[in-house]
């Protein structure tokens, strides 16, 4: 069974805090995606990865990095949190035509 | 760029038939895919068009038309736990990545 676990459910962070979620996949998949979604917007990619260390930036970028070390995992970092950067956060990624998803991470900046 | 249109709220009761719609206008084409997200999970895989026509896969079906940028999701015996939102979306780009509509949030009624 396929798997993409994310490193928290739940996260409370103050504004100006560095914040890193966590992707990790079990499927030997080459390309691993970072989404939010907020209410009536969908999702929105915010960046992708399509080998190791190989990066690109999605529809919205500002205010965010990425890290992928590992083939299996992949980082999304808030430099400097925001409220507007409150958000869930869904990694996923890419066999064939069919995205897998991790269970998403509540993000809260107060 | 990618943007696609999909009317925001559907509501049908237990055992109808509900079709919902998206219209898409893209830079280049692949296909068209459909997920669905229950309140607090992750989205889930349903279809993959590439090519004009209709797919079954039991009680859901996709349809393509290209020359009309339009696709729709048919669900069948709608039962309680099809309420849900359902997105449209394409894939682009090598990695596919894919831009999302906005959702659908059906909702069955007994």
């Known amino acids: 069974d396929v798997k993409v676990t994310q490193s928290s459910r739940y996260l409370v962070k103050r504004t100006g805090e560095k914040v890193f979620l966590e992707c990790v996949q079990d499927m030997d998949h080459e390309n691993m995606f970072w989404y939010r979604q907020d209410p009536g917007l969908g999702l929105r990619l915010i960046y992708f990865s399509y080998d190791v260390k190989m990066k690109e930036k999605g529809d919205i970028p500002e205010g965010y990095s990425v890290s992928r070390e590992k083939k299996e995992r992949f980082s999304l970092i808030l430099e400097s949190a925001s409220t507007n950067q409150t958000s869930m956060y869904l990694c996923?990624?890419?066999?064939?035509?069919?995205?897998?998803f991790g269970p998403g991470t509540r993000l809260l900046v107060l | 760029g990618q943007s696609l249109e999909q009317p925001s709220e559907v509501t049908a009761v237990e055992g109808a038939i509900v079709q919902i719609n998206c219209t898409y206008q893209?830079?280049?084409?692949?296909?068209l895919s459909w997920y669905q997200q229950h309140d607090g999970g992750a989205p889930t895989f349903l279809s993959y068009n590439a090519l004009d026509g209709l797919e079954e896969t039991g009680r859901f079906s996709s349809f393509l038309s290209r020359s009309d940028s339009y696709g729709y999701l048919l669900l069948q015996e709608l039962q309680m736990k099809d309420s849900a939102s359902y997105f449209c979306a394409v894939p682009s780009g090598s990695a596919r990545q894919l831009t999302f509509g906005s959702g659908t949030q059906l909702t069955v009624l007994p």
């Open positions: 893209t830079s280049g084409f692949y296909g």
């Open positions: 996923a990624s890419t066999g064939g035509e069919t995205q897998y």
